[in-house]
């Protein structure tokens, strides 16, 4: 019997059309198609762990999964051979094999989001599905002034959505910049972990102040009293990108 090997997948994906990427009851899920053409490939079902559990519409760049496979596969290979299975929205980038102590989920180090505003009078036809739509001005000054409160280690139970499981809701941010573009903005957004829509409730809260309906200090605010209505609307989930995740030694 062949020995059991750990390989880690880099998946990108466009998560218009999926209901995020657990398997799900309503909708397609990203695992879902990895585990389908995993199946193809083997002859029999194989789990696969996410590093980060996207939701409904959310995209990725870097997204991180591990399966366990007696296979004789090179790691090398896997991207050629699930790619030709996988639907055109789902691309496995990169494989490798690592020590099965190794989890995808609970051995991250560290991951990182940018969030998209498209920040025009009228509305994008070919980037509808990647970034949200603002049609009156943003104030990119107050904007900026806003992200350094949200730096450093702090409890961010205000920043999570109704119904989340974390033990925990203090969480590191070590980046939280925003980067005016040619179509608007982009929010680069980087910590140890984050909780259910956290970066959402973040972006929303973000184009709030933009819009002077919520003041530069909303996201103090909301980190000193833990009140969710201190922040602004959950931002849609077009916008988010998960660009990165790293493990030790990356």
């Keep these: 019997m062949s020995e059991m090997r750990r390989i880690l997948l880099t998946l990108e994906y466009e998560g218009t059309h999926y209901a995020g990427w657990?398997?799900?009851?309503?909708?397609?899920?990203?695992?879902?198609?990895?585990?389908?053409?995993?199946?193809?490939?083997?002859?029999?079902?194989?789990?696969?762990?996410?590093?980060?559990?996207t939701d409904a519409g959310v995209h990725a760049l870097g997204?991180?999964?591990?399966?366990?496979?007696d296979s004789r596969i090179p790691p090398a290979k896997w991207p050629f051979v699930l790619n030709t299975l996988l639907p055109r929205d789902i691309s496995v980038t990169a494989a490798r094999q690592v020590p099965d102590t190794l989890h995808a989920r609970f051995s991250a180090q560290g991951k990182r989001y940018f969030y998209r505003i498209h920040n025009r009078p009228q509305p994008s036809a070919l980037t509808r599905n990647f970034s949200a739509f603002v049609p009156l001005p943003l104030d990119a000054g107050l904007m900026a002034s806003a992200l350094p409160a949200l730096l450093g280690r702090h409890d961010f139970a205000a920043f999570a959505a109704a119904g989340h499981s974390a033990k925990t809701?203090?969480?590191?941010?070590?980046?939280?910049?925003?980067?005016?573009?040619?179509?608007?903005?982009?929010?680069?957004?980087?910590?140890?972990a984050f909780l259910y829509n956290m970066v959402r409730i973040i972006a929303g809260t973000l184009i709030a102040i933009g819009l002077k309906r919520l003041p530069p200090d909303a996201f103090a605010r909301g980190i000193g009293t833990g009140d969710r209505l201190a922040l602004g609307p959950t931002a849609p989930a077009c916008g988010l990108v998960l660009e990165k995740i790293w493990y030790p030694g990356e």
Aim: glycine content about 10%; charged content about 30%.
């Design 22 to 53: 657990q398997r799900q009851l309503n909708g397609p899920s990203i695992q879902e198609e990895v585990e389908k053409a995993l199946e193809k490939t083997l002859g029999q079902h194989v789990g696969v762990t996410g590093a980060s559990r």
């Design 63 to 69: 997204q991180r999964a591990h399966f366990d496979t």
């Design 169 to 192: 809701t203090v969480r590191t941010i070590k980046r939280a910049e925003i980067i005016q573009e040619d179509r608007g903005f982009r929010l680069v957004i980087e910590g140890d």
